[in-house]
């Protein structure tokens, strides 16, 4: 099994900044996801962050955007720059242990609101 | 991608079994089938998952079609915990392409009556 702590578990931000949010694991996994929930929706995949490698981007997301950084087997982090009301969402991080098609973990997930 | 087909609702009462369809008609032969719900105001948790034979666990029970273009989640007493949406999801077993991905659909959102 994996813990995931995702910090801070909620934020309300002002239009044209930045946010940060971490996800920490409690034991070391390659695969981590990060995904956007919008209000009332599912859950929809930005990206995924393997460590020693850049961040594929899905379809409809760009680094510059939203920035991912992997430094180690435990931790990473998402940004969301540039913000606007449109990305007001639920942002949730997710791992995988280093077996295929074993169950995934998700964190409790950060309620952003962009105002 | 592989897609999946769930009713958006479903009503239950308490301490009753509770069936949760999918249709996968699309289904690859190297396909599992994964379930996962999403309790209010949380990040989803792995229920159950399976290849082609019927499975059980603590939580569930997964019956597969013979034809695996079908399955259901089972619920065998529903209690008012059990109230979330349900995604049912194909993954590729060999953990790589396109259907690796965990993609959520619309699931179903269950309700448990007292």
């Known amino acids: 099994s994996a813990v995931i702590s995702q910090k801070p578990s909620r934020d309300i931000c002002q239009r044209g900044t930045s946010l940060t949010i971490q996800c920490q694991v409690d034991s070391q996994v390659t695969m981590m996801f990060w995904y956007r929930q919008q209000p009332g929706q599912s859950l929809t995949l930005i990206a995924t962050a393997n460590q020693g490698s850049e961040a594929t981007y899905e379809s409809g997301f760009v680094i510059d955007k939203f920035p991912i950084s992997r430094p180690n087997l435990t931790f990473s982090t998402l940004t969301v720059s540039n913000m606007s009301p449109e990305d007001s969402s639920i942002y949730l991080c997710s791992v995988e242990p280093d077996r295929v098609n074993t169950e995934a973990f998700f964190g409790q997930g950060t309620r952003l609101t962009v105002v | 991608d592989a897609k999946t087909t769930q009713p958006n609702s479903m009503e239950s009462n308490e301490e009753e079994p509770v069936h949760l369809p999918c249709n996968h008609s699309t289904i690859s032969g190297t396909d599992y089938i994964h379930w996962y719900r999403q309790l209010p105001s949380q990040g989803p948790e792995y229920v159950i998952h399976g290849l082609t034979s019927n499975v059980n666990n603590r939580m569930a029970s997964l019956a597969i079609a013979e034809d695996r273009k079908s399955s259901t989640l089972i619920l065998h007493r529903a209690t008012l915990r059990d109230a979330a949406v349900y995604y049912c999801?194909?993954?590729?077993?060999?953990?790589?392409?396109?259907?690796?991905?965990?993609?959520f659909g619309k699931g179903t959102l269950l309700t448990v009556n007292p």
């Open positions: 999801i194909l993954r590729d077993r060999r953990g790589g392409g396109s259907n690796y991905k965990l993609t």
